[in-house]
């Protein structure tokens, strides 16, 4: 049986994710007077931090009144948005959009704004900690920890760049070697870090201690502990292109992962399909995320214009 689509299922602009780059594209769309459907299953990168960092007049601000806040915007301007999963896409003349509820939606255009997931190293006590006293990035969280006791985890020997940048935000750093040997660092990373007063520490990394709900160190597995209140770890990176590939989106592969292929814009090798956010890069803070998503909903203003007239102009 063919499922019919009613008027009231097309849309405009359909965006995959609600998190900071997708509200922001429905902004844009929604006050260019498109109607937008943004589609959220309700997992941002971000929620296990209690603040965000680095964003002008947002310094600080808990990551779930940022998105809350967003979601209000959005609505004054007639965008849509739904709690749910987009588990397929069809692209004919236009785009097939399945919820995991069993609606179908139909769009001219989309917007990929699902981001990507953390795995976290197999440590005991880490993803408990994580977004606390456990963190990754320091431009985010390294102002709220400085001059405390840092240890970082090596999860490769490019774990090393870690080491030596929040140097800058604690001059007592112990770069603890976990499963990385000591020689598969190079003469010049071991020179860095002497240089930085990083201390290299050998020996896998059994687990965390915690006192009174604090991390207070870090216990080898040959029993040694090293009292440290804040760990640093390098998250291995989980692009959920999963859509984007479905569809044919060209990826690249980068040291962290296979994203897609797209301009400056956010528009993807598949006509009609922009994506912003994470879901283009491991490095896409929230205020890139923000600015991602505008400049994606701008192109599709455009270009829908541009279709239109075209179009008109044809008959």
């Not at 953390?118 to 606390?132: K, N, Q, S, W």
């Not at 999860?155 to 090393?160: F, G, I, L, N, T």
């Not at 604090?214 to 998250?235: E, I, K, N, Q």
């Not at 040291?255 to 797209?262: F, I, K, L, Q, T």
Request: charged fraction near 20%; include cysteine.
């Amino acid at each position: 049986m063919v499922e019919v689509v009613t008027m009231t299922e097309r849309y405009a602009v359909v965006v995959v994710g609600g998190g900071t780059a997708g509200l922001s594209a429905a902004l844009v769309l929604g006050r260019a007077r498109h109607r937008t459907l943004v589609v959220d299953a309700g997992e941002p990168r971000n929620a296990p931090a209690a603040h965000m960092q680095g964003y002008l007049s947002r310094d600080g601000m808990p990551p779930a009144e940022f998105l809350a806040a967003g979601r209000e915007e959005i609505a004054r301007y007639g965008v849509e948005l739904v709690r749910d999963r987009v588990v397929a896409v069809d692209k004919g003349e236009d785009f097939a959009v399945l919820l995991a509820g069993g609606r179908t939606v139909r769009a001219r255009r989309l917007v990929i704004a699902t981001g990507l997931k953390d795995e976290l190293p197999a440590v005991p006590g880490v993803a408990e900690r994580f977004g606390r006293d456990v963190l990754h990035c320091p431009f985010c969280h390294g102002w709220e920890v400085r001059d405390q006791p840092f240890g970082v985890l090596a999860s490769s020997p490019a774990s090393v760049h870690q080491a030596l940048i929040v140097s800058q935000w604690s001059k007592d750093v112990r770069f603890f070697l976990h499963t990385v040997a000591e020689e598969e660092l190079s003469d010049q990373d071991l020179r860095r870090l002497a240089a930085a007063g990083v201390d290299v520490v050998p020996g896998e990394v059994a687990g965390l201690v915690v006192e009174d709900d604090r991390l207070t160190g870090l216990r080898l597995a040959d029993g040694t502990t090293h009292g440290r209140s804040v760990l640093f770890v390098g998250p291995r990176p989980v692009p959920q292109t999963g859509l984007l590939e479905r569809l044919g989106a060209e990826l690249h592969e980068t040291p962290v992962g296979a994203y897609p292929v797209v301009d400056p814009t956010g528009l993807t090798t598949v006509p009609g399909v922009w994506a912003a956010g994470n879901a283009i890069g491991f490095a896409e803070q929230v205020v890139h995320a923000a600015s991602g998503g505008y400049r994606a909903a701008a192109a599709i203003v455009g270009d829908l214009l541009m279709t239109d007239l075209d179009a008109a102009v044809q008959e």
